[in-house]
């Protein structure tokens, strides 16, 4: 496994530092002769990821085949799935999922450093993705991934295929960190949820980022005055949907306390609940990453899917996240086309 524990550990585009062996060096293929290498960034945003899938069949059916795929979180979900070939058996998975066959594959359990244990998601993936490793896939793939207690961000470049994809999206307090070669990863949307970085690291000419996160009610980030008009007043129409966005998970949460044989008291009315405040701080904490690290690090071309209705736990909504991917994705091509023939102009 090739790790990178900050920013700036690759030196040149040109090579990638083998983990363990100072100046050792792994040649990075040659830009192939069609143009410029083509770069995606898939970010985090849990069940909204499912637009990813939209967006690479837009890119695909323009005839536009990216030769390296960074990923994190659900990005790497789909972008590992996608470097091995598997994206429409992805898609066929999401798309069967019902609320109920959600909550089946999630083994909730009560001990242990996060609600879900994943092991039913784990199967579910190495049956799709069996041994696959990363050196061995035919599109240059990496994941984004977060040592607990240092905080560094890693990039998986190498290894097994499903243990990348894994410790990309082990979401604290969901899912327990994986440990992995002496260290224990979690969720790499915490240091990286747009990982543009990683995606030139890996030596691509144009980088496309697919950001998850444009909900409008976060990414303003409103200052309110004491003594100014508050802009919380003017959300309030969308207060039933946000309740609505984590039923789920509430039942989820149900389940284990009926396993436990005890009863846990109801909030307050129009108090939210754990599981909702616990998303809502993630989700804003994760914007705020994203459009520091976008600003430094700007993609040639930014899609967003219109993704600000859908709960980030609502994986059975995935024909919706398709759907506003594949739409979003083709409205980026004639950016993409203006793109390509600058960056084929400077090469």
Known sequence: MTWEA???????????????????????RPPCPRGPRIGLALGGGSARGWAHIGVLR??????????????CSIGAVVGGC?????????????????????????DVRLSGSGLIGGDRLRRRLEGDLADRRIEGLPIRFASVATELGTGHEVWLTKGRLVEAVRASYALPGIFPPLPLDGRLLMDGTLVNPVPVTLARAMGADLVICVNLNCDPRVRGGTVIAPDGPDPVETGVAGAAEARHRWSLLHRVRGAGRRIAGRRSPRPAEGAPGVARVMFDAFNITQDRISRARLERDPPDVA?????AGMGLFEFHRAAEAIAAGHQAGRAALPRIRAALEGASART
Do not use: N, Q
Not at 58 to 71: F, I, K, T, Y
């Open 303 to 307: 899609i967003g899917p219109k993704l």
């Open 6 to 28: 900050s920013l700036g550990a690759f030196p040149e585009p040109s090579g990638l530092v083998r983990h363990g062996a100072p100046g050792a060096v792994e040649p990075v």
């Open 58 to 71: 837009a890119l695909e059916e323009a005839g536009l085949h990216p030769d390296v795929v960074a990923g």
């Open 82 to 106: 996608y470097a091995a070939g598997k994206l429409d058996a992805l898609a066929e998975f999401a798309l069967s999922l019902t609320k109920r066959r959600v909550v089946g594959l999630l």
